[in-house]
């Protein structure tokens, strides 16, 4: 058990919706990052939150938005649904602020499979 | 091109082979390097992580890194059915743009009885 907690596990919804994903880090760790996962593309990253901030963005869609809340868990917003948005989402954890530091050991959750019909 | 290239295989080994996965990369800036092991349908877990170059061995699980080639390895020894998984390397390093932790697209590994 890595210590991240994902919720929920699976998602099933239809283009066009609005879904949230949330996860708390391990105990004691600032970062939180997003990623998405799929076949053909691989682990990608989202965006990071550092202690409540936006530290680092990378491909995340203009329809996607996340936040990090004062108790350090953060929720991914997905919305104007599409098909191709069904993938695995991931959230990691670090203590580490990124942007390539010694310590930016990632530790990932068991993510959310996000299914859009 | 890809900053991080990894072979997809899938790679299919018997019980106790030596396994041998590799990923090249283009960015000179990246100092840190890790593997990541990813069972199916599971969160990617970290398995090794070394700075620059030079190798670092864990149980039965080394990794090599040759920042002159720009090429990084992971070994494992005695390979058992349980490392049937598939294998991420990721790399980062200061480029002042931002978060640069890169991973690889995975290797597929079977470890066959």
């Known amino acids: 058990d890595s210590g991240v907690t994902q919720t929920p596990k699976h998602l099933i919804t239809a283009t066009g919706q609005r879904v949230t994903l949330r996860c708390s880090p391990r105990?004691?760790?600032?970062?939180v990052y997003w990623y998405q996962q799929s076949l053909d593309q691989g682990l990608q990253f989202l965006i990071q939150y550092y202690n409540g901030e936006e530290r680092a963005k990378g491909n995340i869609l203009e329809r996607f938005s996340a936040q990090q809340f004062p108790d350090l868990h953060s929720e991914l917003n997905l919305s104007s649904l599409e098909l191709g948005d069904s993938a695995l989402y991931f959230c990691?954890?670090?203590?580490?602020?990124?942007?390539?530091?010694?310590?930016?050991?990632?530790?990932f959750g068991s993510g959310t499979q996000l299914s859009v019909l | 091109q890809k900053e991080v290239e990894q072979d997809p295989g899938p790679l299919s080994v018997p019980e106790g082979a030596i396994v041998s996965l590799n990923c090249t990369y283009s960015n000179s800036a990246f100092q840190y390097f890790m593997w990541y092991r990813q069972y199916s349908r599971k969160g990617p877990e970290l398995l090794m992580y070394?700075?620059?170059?030079g190798n670092k061995e864990d149980g039965r699980f080394t990794a090599q890194v040759d920042k002159s080639s720009k090429y990084i390895s992971l070994f494992i020894r005695d390979s058992q059915p349980s490392d049937s998984a598939t294998y991420l390397c990721?790399?980062?390093?200061?480029?002042?743009?931002?978060?640069?932790?890169?991973f690889g697209t995975g290797t597929q590994l079977k470890v066959e009885l």
């Open positions: 070394t700075y620059s170059s």
């Open positions: 105990s004691g760790d600032l970062s």
């Open positions: 990721a790399m980062s390093g200061f480029t002042g743009g931002g978060n640069k932790l890169t």
């Open positions: 990691a954890s670090s203590v580490s602020p990124g942007q390539g530091s010694y310590n930016e050991k990632l530790f």
